[in-house]
Structures are given as structure tokens and as C-alpha cells.
């Protein structure tokens, strides 16, 4: 619950934010002179992304969330017993040795959703963060897939 009240406050702080640049750009548009009209249209263009941004991001996370409550619910989710380093981090030959497990899982069944979101979270453990959100990704995609037909 925490979590998701920070959440929420941050997208608001961003929200308030967004507002003030798109209102700095919007005033520099009022100035109307050939330095400030360019400037406050690039100006504009930064609240657009960044809201962009947000909406791509918090609809990953809150479709990635779908799935593992799904798989929670079917009882596939990964069980964390991997060891750890002193530091309470995932020790690394470990995440090495579950990640083979879930490729080898994975390409046995390329089309099931559910072996590609136990990939993702071995690639997460093993602090591959690019290639946990495409693993992630595909798992979404291939779900989609799935409940449309």
C-alpha cells in the first residue's frame, strides 16, 4: 500500500510540474518575439513527453501486475530461494543457475506467457534490467494474444 501511495504522490508532484513547464512555454509563446515563440514551442514539447512516458511505464507496470497476480492465482510464480551475498543481495552464480533454467523453460515453450514471465523475473535477478522488461514485454504480448482468441 505504501508503494502505491508513493506512486500516486510522485504522479502528482509530475503532474504539478508538467503543468508549470507546459504554463513557462505557453507564457514564452505569449512573448512573440522570433527568440521566445521556437523556445517555448520545445518547451511545450518536454510535458508531452514526459507525460507520454508515464502513461507507457505506469500501464507496463500495471499490466505486468496482471500477470503475476494471475500466475499467483494459478500457482506458477517463481519461488525466491535463491541465495543471497551478505548484503542480502542475489548472489550472482545463483541467478546465473536459475536464469538457465528459465531460457531453457522458455524455449521449450516459446508461446506460453507464463515461461516468459518467470524469464523476466530470472533476468531481473540476474540485474538485467533491459532485457527483463522485453522478456516482460513478450509475455504481456503473448497473453494479449491468448485472451483475445
Excluded at 507464463?114 to 532485457?131: E, G, I, K, Q, S
Aim: hydrophobic fraction near 50%; charge should be positive.
Amino acid at each position: 500500500m505504501r508503494d502505491r501511495l508513493v506512486f500516486l504522490l510522485l504522479c502528482a508532484v509530475l503532474a504539478v510540474y508538467f503543468g508549470l513547464v507546459g504554463h513557462r512555454g505557453v507564457v514564452l509563446i505569449g512573448e512573440g518575439t522570433w527568440v521566445t515563440v521556437p523556445f517555448g514551442a520545445a518547451v511545450l514539447v518536454l510535458p508531452l513527453l514526459g507525460a507520454w512516458f508515464l502513461w507507457r511505464s505506469t500501464s507496463f507496470v500495471l499490466r505486468a501486475n496482471r500477470l503475476a497476480r494471475e500466475l499467483e492465482a494459478e500457482g506458477g510464480l517463481p519461488v525466491d530461494d535463491l541465495a543471497r551475498t551478505p548484503s542480502g543481495r542475489i548472489d550472482p552464480a545463483a541467478a546465473d543457475a536459475a536464469f538457465a533454467a528459465r531460457r531453457a523453460e522458455a524455449e521449450a515453450s516459446p508461446g506460453d506467457w507464463r515461461c516468459w514471465f518467470r524469464l523476466a523475473v530470472a533476468y531481473h535477478d540476474a540485474r538485467d534490467t533491459p532485457r527483463a522488461r522485453k522478456a516482460m514485454q513478450h509475455a504481456i504480448v503473448l497473453h494479449a494474444g491468448r485472451a483475445r482468441r
